[in-house]
């Protein structure tokens, strides 16, 4: 009987280990930290240094804050925006960027007079040039 007894208790611990396998929680987090704080918005691409004024269309701003780009993006999944790629130094821009942290000029273009010419998603992904 000890015999069967031993064969019992090793098949009901054998049933144990089987019925609750331990779960792997397998979780990635990256840290992209802290948007930059550029008056106008930055570009959506590395390494995302400040964009001078003109660059985005008003439908970037929520309030007079930057939606974000790149990264930091929290817009809705569809959105496009207008841009002015002219201000882009991968478009041949080298002209006065604000550094980080600067504050807007006291008088802004007015965003009724944009004149963008190519639509962006905010994460890099352009919609074609204008007509």
């Known amino acids: 009987m ?3 007894r031993i064969l019992a208790l090793a098949a009901v611990a054998g049933f144990m280990l089987t019925a ?6 397998a979780q990635i987090t990256v840290d992209i930290g802290v948007a930059p704080d ?6 959506d691409y590395a390494p995302y240094s400040c964009v001078p004024d003109g660059y985005y269309g008003p439908e970037w701003f929520n309030g007079g804050v930057f ?6 993006f929290h817009g809705p999944a569809n959105f496009r925006g207008n841009v002015d790629n002219s201000f882009d130094p991968q478009h041949g821009y080298n002209g006065a ?3 980080v942290g600067e504050k807007p000029a006291a008088q802004r273009r007015d965003p009724a ?3 963008g010419n190519e639509t962006r ?3 890099g992904h352009t919609g074609g040039e204008k007509k």
């Open 121 to 123: 998603d905010g994460r």
């Open 20 to 25: 609750t396998p331990p779960k792997a929680a």
């Open 67 to 72: 939606i974000g780009a790149g990264p930091w």
């Open 38 to 43: 550029c008056p106008y918005g930055y570009y």
């Open 2 to 4: 000890s015999g069967f």
């Open 113 to 115: 007079q944009f004149k």
């Open 97 to 99: 960027r604000p550094k």
